[in-house]
């Protein structure tokens, strides 16, 4: 199920929410209509969530369905909220701490910000359960912004380069397309949230990328 959505007018809608196939995590105070649908979409229940007093839940967060990483700026009523929904969590101390920017994860595998240390990248393989490869995508290192994958499908940056592209494929085990967001943009995870029942779209987003967003996540079965 595919979904055109704004939060308060702003299709940004991956910056302030992440999800993953049991729940997605959304900034406070939508209207309670925008998180039936939703929930409805994804197939997920839905949790409000603030990060260090900030809305931009998916640029702090990042999960699959092991685990959790979040910024370690955010408050002890944060990780309690994220482990309630069944998560271990890591709170990421590095310098390169936006975790949903930085980290692009499913259930086989995770790419992460090259810049990460070593002992970062170990923790976070602990949590999520998967092994877990530094790398970028368009030699952009924030992976988390610049393509959303799920447990199907992989759609990214539309420079990526075939070295890249093939790394993906390795890495996480699914079919990997380029494409956009929002009438041109190519930080795929800025205007897509998805797992294997829905997509939620920035409102921007034309037919003909719509259409590859279904064909790339594996909707079009």
Do not use: W
């Amino acid at each position: 199920m595919l979904q055109l959505l704004d939060f308060n007018e702003n299709p940004n809608i991956g910056i302030y929410c992440r999800a993953n196939e049991s729940v997605v995590f959304l900034q406070q105070q939508l209207p309670k209509k925008t998180k039936q649908l939703i929930g409805q979409v994804l197939g997920v229940k839905t949790v409000e969530l603030s990060i260090a007093d900030s809305t931009i839940i998916g640029s702090l967060l990042t999960m699959n369905s092991h685990g959790a990483i979040v910024t370690a700026y955010a408050s002890e009523d944060t990780f309690h909220t994220v482990k309630q929904q069944g998560f271990q969590v890591y709170p990421i101390k590095d310098v390169i701490n936006a975790a949903g920017n930085d980290i692009l994860a499913n259930d086989h595998g995770a790419l992460v910000h090259p810049d990460l240390k070593n002992a970062t990248v170990k923790r976070i393989s602990e949590v999520l359960g998967v092994p877990v490869h530094k790398g970028t995508i368009a030699s952009l290192g924030t992976v988390g912004m610049a393509a959303v994958v799920t447990n199907r499908g992989c759609l990214c940056h539309p420079k990526i380069t075939e070295e890249e592209k093939q790394h993906l494929t390795d890495v996480f085990g699914v079919p990997v397309m380029i494409g956009t967001v929002n009438h041109g943009f190519p930080m795929i995870g800025s205007g897509l949230v998805a797992n294997t029942k829905g997509a939620l779209i920035g409102n921007n987003t034309t037919g003909i990328e719509m259409g590859r967003i279904e064909e790339a996540l594996g909707f079009l079965d």
